[in-house]
C-alpha cells in the first residue's frame, strides 16, 4: 500500500469536527477503498481547548491556518473556515503555491477568488478541490466538471440555500409569517443570529456563480447576477400562488442566451406538480438541462456536519486515489487560460410569465387602468382577478392577483412603474417571476 496521504485541517466546526470524526472511524475501510491510508497531522482553529467530540492528541495544532499552510508537513490542506477573505484567502493561496492539494467548503472565497486560484493549482501541479462549496453533498461539481463533459448545457437551476427553503416551506405549511419563520429558523441553527446573507439570496448567487463557470467555461462574474431575496415573500404572496397551482422557491438560475449567459437569483413560483416543487425545509436541489443526457434533477441535503464533510472526504478520496504525474482535472473543467471571457445577457422573456400582486384603493375604474397599462407594455393577461378578505362594499384597499403571459422583464417593470404612478397603490407591488421546469 502507497505511503499515507497527509492532510492538514484549518477549521474545527461543525463540518471540521464531523470530518475528524469520519475519518477516525472509517480509517480502515478508507484505507482499503483509496489504496492508501489517509491520516490527519496537522489542525487548526481559533479556539484551542474547546471540547469538539473529537481525539486530536495525534495532531499538531498550529496556531493559525497560514502557518499551517506555509509549514505543516502534509499533503492535502483543507480549508474549512469560511469567508472570502482572511485567513482563507492568504491560508489557500500559500498551500497551492507550495504545491499542496487544497479540499474547500468555500463558495464565496471561490466565487471572489477562484479563477486566480485555479491559475495558482495549474501553476503548481495541485488539485483544488470544492465539491462541497455548492449544494451540500449533493456531488453536482464533479457532475459538470468531468460527468458531463461533451454535454452542451442549456441551463443550470436549483433550490441552493437551505435556510430559505426551510423558511418558505414552513410559511406556507404552517401558514406563519416570514419574521416567525425566520425566528424558528434561528433557533434551531439553520439561520445565522446575522440572516442576511441567506435570505437576501447572496449565499445562492455565490453558489450559482460557481456553477455558471463549469457549465458554460465563463470566468466566475458573481458580481453580474440578477439579485433579489425572499424578505418581501409575505403569507399572502404563499397562499395566492397555492390557489394558483404554485409553491414559491428561491431559485438561481443560469441560461445560456443569444445575447450571453443570464445569471438571476430570486423568489419564483413553480408548478405543484413539478418535481422541484416538492423539495422541502433544508434540502437542496440542482437541474441541469442539456442536449446529450437531457435533463438531470439532484436532490440531497445542502448543508449539515455530515452532509458537507461527506462532500469534503469525497474531494480527499479522489486526491488519494490519483496517481503520481497524472493529470489533473482542471478546478474549472478547462484551463484557466481557456475560460471565456463571461458576456451578461439582457433577462429574457420567461417562459411562465409573471404574478403581480397590488393592493389597490377601493376606487371605479381602477381594473380598467390595471389593465391599460399592461396592453401599452405589449402584456398578455392570463388572468386578472380581486382576491381580498374584504368586501368591496367596505371601502377597504382591494388585492389585485395578475398572472401574465410570457413577456420581459422590462416591460412589466415599466407597467408597474406606471401603475404605481396612478397613486391609487396601498404598498409596494409584488412581482415574481413564474418558472415552468422541464424537469417534472
Not at 20 to 49: F, K, M, P, S
Not at 123 to 148: D, M
Not at 369 to 398: C, D, F, R, Y
Request: net charge negative; glycine share 10%; with cysteine.
Amino acid at each position: 500500500m502507497s505511503d499515507a496521504l497527509k492532510i492538514g485541517i484549518a477549521g474545527l466546526g461543525t463540518v471540521g469536527a464531523s470530518l475528524v470524526r469520519i475519518l477516525q472511524e472509517r480509517h480502515e475501510q478508507l484505507a482499503t477503498t483509496c489504496g492508501r491510508a489517509i491520516e490527519i497531522t496537522a489542525v487548526t482553529a481559533r479556539d484551542r481547548n474547546r471540547d469538539r467530540g473529537v481525539d486530536l492528541s495525534a495532531m499538531r495544532w498550529y496556531d493559525n491556518a497560514l502557518s499551517l499552510a506555509e509549514t505543516a508537513d502534509i499533503d492535502v490542506f483543507i480549508e474549512l473556515m469560511g469567508g472570502a477573505g482572511e485567513p482563507a484567502y492568504s491560508a489557500v493561496k500559500a498551500a497551492l503555491s507550495r504545491g499542496l492539494h487544497v479540499v474547500t467548503a468555500n463558495k464565496a472565497l471561490l466565487a471572489e477568488h477562484g479563477i486566480e486560484l485555479a491559475g495558482l493549482a495549474e501553476e503548481h501541479g495541485a488539485l483544488l478541490n470544492y465539491e462541497a462549496a455548492v449544494a451540500g453533498g449533493i456531488p453536482v461539481i464533479k457532475a459538470l466538471r468531468e460527468s458531463l463533459t461533451g454535454n452542451t448545457i442549456s441551463r443550470i437551476y436549483g433550490i441552493m440555500n437551505g435556510t430559505c427553503n426551510y423558511i418558505l416551506t414552513k410559511m406556507e405549511k404552517e401558514g406563519l409569517s416570514f419574521e416567525a419563520c425566520l425566528k424558528e429558523a434561528q433557533r434551531l441553527g439553520y439561520a445565522e443570529a446575522d440572516p442576511a446573507f441567506d435570505i437576501e439570496g447572496n449565499d445562492t448567487a455565490h453558489k450559482l456563480a460557481i456553477l455558471t463557470s463549469l457549465a458554460y467555461g465563463t470566468a466566475i462574474a458573481a458580481n453580474d447576477i440578477y439579485l433579489e431575496g425572499i424578505t418581501n415573500i409575505s403569507i399572502d404572496d404563499i397562499h395566492a400562488a397555492a390557489d394558483l397551482g404554485y409553491r414559491i422557491k428561491l431559485l438561481g438560475v443560469a441560461q445560456r442566451t443569444e445575447s450571453g449567459i443570464e445569471q438571476r437569483v430570486h423568489p419564483t413560483m413553480v408548478p405543484l406538480d413539478s418535481v422541484i416543487a416538492q423539495v422541502d425545509g433544508v434540502t437542496n436541489a440542482v437541474a441541469i438541462e442539456s442536449d446529450i443526457l437531457g435533463e438531470l434533477l439532484m436532490v440531497g441535503p445542502g448543508a449539515g456536519g455530515n452532509a458537507t464533510a461527506s462532500a469534503v472526504l469525497g474531494d480527499i478520496a479522489d486526491i488519494a486515489k490519483s496517481r503520481p504525474g497524472a493529470q489533473h482535472v482542471p478546478a474549472f473543467g478547462r484551463p484557466v487560460t481557456a475560460l471565456l471571457t463571461y458576456k451578461r445577457a439582457q433577462i429574457q422573456s420567461h417562459e411562465g410569465g409573471y404574478f403581480i400582486r397590488l393592493k389597490v384603493v377601493d376606487r371605479t375604474g381602477v381594473f380598467a387602468k390595471i389593465a391599460t397599462h399592461m396592453a401599452e407594455n405589449h402584456i398578455s393577461l392570463e388572468s386578472i382577478v380581486q382576491h381580498s378578505k374584504h368586501p368591496v362594499e367596505t371601502g377597504e384597499p382591494q388585492t389585485i392577483i395578475l398572472v401574465t403571459h410570457a413577456t420581459t422583464e422590462q416591460s412589466v417593470r415599466k407597467a408597474v412603474a406606471s401603475i404605481k404612478s396612478e397613486g391609487y397603490l396601498v404598498g409596494d407591488p409584488q412581482v415574481i417571476r413564474i418558472e415552468r421546469p422541464k424537469a417534472a
